[in-house]
């Protein structure tokens, strides 16, 4: 079963640091488009980042642009999520997706056409 999880969400003050995580289970990450999401209580589901194939390209959404970073580790077959300076504004769940298809990152960080998904991890920033 195909499956991509996520860990490393939590309780955070307001401008602390969390690194989520994403790995397959029974589903390699690497030479896939990556990007992760984030959906508040009331919203919809936006892009945050995105990370090419090759992991020589990433895109942000402008809410994050210098205060996140994405990266993906080929040996560990995982991508991460470096988020500093936290706002309350940044409380979410947030989801890792993967593209097999090869449609790529817009540059507003969205993964174009995601066909894997997580379950998704709670990120909380407390003013």
């Known amino acids: 079963q195909v499956q991509l999880v996520e860990s490393g969400g939590g309780l955070v003050q307001s401008g602390g640091s969390l690194r989520l995580s994403c790995a397959g289970s029974?589903?390699?990450?690497?030479?896939?488009?990556i990007g992760w999401f984030r959906q508040a209580p009331g919203k919809e589901r936006e892009g945050v980042s995105c990370i090419s194939a090759g992991g020589d390209s990433t895109y942000y959404a402008d809410s994050v642009k210098g205060r996140f970073a994405i990266s993906r580790d080929n040996a560990k077959d995982t991508v991460f999520l470096q988020m500093n300076d936290l706002e309350p504004e940044d409380t979410a769940v947030y989801y890792c997706a993967a593209d097999t298809r090869r449609y790529g990152c817009s540059g507003d960080g969205t993964l174009r056409s995601p066909n894997y998904w997580g379950q998704g991890t709670q990120v909380t920033v407390s003013s």
């Open positions: 029974g589903f390699g990450l690497r030479n896939r488009y």
